[in-house]
């Protein structure tokens, strides 16, 4: 959340609970997965059922202009969504930290890892990680 805060997508730097005024600008965040799956590692059947969710949230953004994907499962399953969608992706993009690309769509997707505690706790994410793709796309919106 601080690093939403920090590119003016929050107007706070932490949320605590639904009732401490957290608003969020430019920005929503959905989730590719519903479920808490075993190991917390979903299957493939999984992410498949939770498409028409994903697709529903999205269809009422119409406006989406830039989207970060949390984790390699939102990159792919964003990318699902669009081909089930019918926009031709080509080849597909790679995902990997902060990396944008644009799509055929006039979006662009920029992935990063997932800030799950063994990412964060093991440094492979940090928060100076967060900002930076935070920023990145706050500067694909301007």
């Given at each position: 959340m601080a690093a939403l805060h920090r590119n003016g997508f929050a107007?706070?730097?932490t949320s605590q609970?639904?009732?401490d005024g957290l608003k969020?600008?430019?920005a929503f965040i959905v989730a590719a997965v519903r479920c808490a799956p075993p190991d917390n590692k979903p299957t493939l059947e999984e992410i498949a059922n939770?498409?028409?969710h994903l697709d529903a949230e999205i269809a009422a953004l119409p406006r989406v202009r830039v989207v970060v994907a949390l984790g390699?499962?939102?990159f792919d399953a964003y990318l699902r969504l669009l081909r089930h969608r019918r926009v031709a992706i080509g080849t597909?993009?790679?995902f990997g930290h902060a990396l944008?690309?644009?799509l055929p769509?006039?979006?662009t997707i920029i992935g990063c890892y997932h800030p799950s505690r063994q990412n964060t706790n093991t440094g492979r994410l940090t928060a100076a990680m967060m900002h930076d793709v935070f920023r990145l796309a706050r500067r694909r919106l301007q």
């Open positions: 107007n706070i730097p609970h639904p009732e969020l600008h430019d939770c498409l028409p390699r499962i939102g597909k993009p790679a944008a690309h644009p769509n006039g979006q």
